[in-house]
């Protein structure tokens, strides 16, 4: 299979993604939600740069001589004939709108499983909280993820779109929406309060998805959508709103309230340090 192919997409994909984060970082100009707990200068950097390490680890593996991407999955398994949708086209010169819209449904549960699993799971959760340590909550959030985890998580992305057949139109559209959703819902953006609701119904908002990125692990453990907000209401692991309120909610995790997640170094390093273990509480001493 020609690997330009998975390569010539990328300036579709970069042309996106820069448009949606130009505008979510205009909104959040425009109407804040929070004031940031942050400067932004430190912040932006380190999540700007790990994004770019993200990006340049994708296209290494979209570059080898059998591409490692999800895209390129899609078109070897369309080539093959293999998976279900493409054993249920058969010879049909190719899918319909019906079928890219499953493939996304689909794609869009993979995720949200894969989402729950990194932190249920010790190890992976190791790799995701570098995403969760960020002490403020905006548009470069979306775009903070470990290196290692965005290799897993194209590795995961590539068996599912193997298994069900997508086809390449429904897995580049579903990555470019998944781009958009994540910044959409990561950025500091004030929606009227009716717009939320009526919103939140189908798409995740950010003040859903903020309720993930609080401190207590009660709510940080629920609203795992990206995209739809149905998965949570089906799996019982949706959260109206934060304890706290959306103003004076602490955003991060408990034992990494400090400028340290605002440092590049630290932030790529996290997953392989020793985490920091919580207090013994102290014994009563008899009188």
């Not at 940031?36 to 950097?45: D, I, L, M």
């Not at 895209?71 to 093959?80: D, H, P, V």
């Not at 009526?198 to 009660?218: E, G, K, Q, W």
Request: with cysteine; charged share 15%.
């Amino acid at each position: 299979m020609d690997s330009l192919n998975t390569i010539g997409v990328a300036p579709l994909r970069l042309t996106a993604f820069i448009g949606i984060f130009v505008l979510m970082a205009l909104l959040e100009l425009a109407v804040p939600r929070r004031d940031p707990r942050t400067g932004k200068a430190s912040r932006w950097f380190t999540n700007l740069t790990i994004a770019g390490i993200d990006s340049l680890v994708l296209r290494l593996m979209a570059m080898l001589a059998a591409p490692i991407a999800a895209f390129a999955a899609a078109l070897w398994a369309q080539g093959q004939g293999w998976g279900l949708l493409n054993w249920l086209n058969g010879s049909q010169s190719g899918p319909g709108w019906p079928e890219v819209l499953l493939a996304m449904i689909v794609l869009d549960l993979a995720i949200y499983f894969q989402h729950v699993v990194s932190h249920k799971i010790p190890i992976l959760w190791r790799l995701h909280k570098v995403h969760h340590t960020d002490v403020d909550f905006d548009v470069t959030t979306a775009v903070r993820f470990h290196p290692v985890e965005i290799a897993l998580s194209m590795l995961w992305k590539i068996v599912v779109v193997v298994i069900l057949g997508a086809s390449p139109a429904a897995v580049l559209l579903f990555e470019v929406t998944l781009n958009g959703c994540a910044m959409f819902n990561h950025a500091n953006i004030r929606l009227p309060l009716w717009l939320d609701r009526a919103v939140r119904l189908v798409i995740v908002t950010p003040d859903m998805h903020r309720v993930h990125h609080s401190i207590y692990r009660a709510e940080h453990d629920s609203n795992y959508g990206f995209n739809l907000s149905v998965w949570d209401r089906l799996f019982r692991t949706y959260t109206d709103q934060p304890r706290d309120g959306h103003d004076k909610m602490a955003i991060g995790l408990k034992h990494y309230q400090s400028d340290d997640p605002t440092r590049l170094g630290w932030s790529l390093r996290l997953p392989f340090t020793k985490p920091p273990q919580s207090p013994a509480p102290k014994r009563e001493t008899a009188i």
